[in-house]
């Protein structure tokens, strides 16, 4: 399994996560739950944390293909709910 991480500065990073997985949860498996919220893709899980000062996204695929996908999936998806701050500063490192 290929993973990888970001780390991103923000104070409405909570607001983001429930946004985000209610969003999936139409058709993912979703997880919600204190400050954490996982998201169950075909071939990636997504886990997403956040405190006071940021929202840390994790990313695990299969392969390297699926892996740079999903990062621009999670990426895009993130920017559309967090529009005031967008775009978030995704700075992808191997986890």
């Known amino acids: 399994m290929k993973t990888v ?3 991103i500065p923000t104070e ?3 607001k983001y996560v429930q946004q985000l997985c209610k969003h999936w949860a139409h058709k993912l498996d ?3 739950g204190e400050q ?3 998201v169950r893709f075909a071939e990636a899980t997504a ?3 956040c405190d006071a000062s940021s929202l840390t996204v994790d990313i695990e695929a ?3 293909d699926v892996l740079e996908r999903m990062k621009g999936v999670v ?3 993130l920017d559309r709910f967090a529009f005031r701050e ?3 500063p995704f700075d992808w490192t191997p986890a």
Do not use: F, Q, R
Request: aromatic share 4%; no cysteine.
């Open 86 to 88: 967008a775009p978030l």
């Open 12 to 14: 409405n990073g909570w």
């Open 5 to 7: 991480k970001a780390v």
């Open 47 to 49: 886990v997403m944390t």
């Open 75 to 77: 990426a895009s998806h």
């Open 30 to 32: 979703v997880e919600l």
């Open 36 to 38: 954490k919220g996982i």
């Open 62 to 64: 299969a392969s390297d």
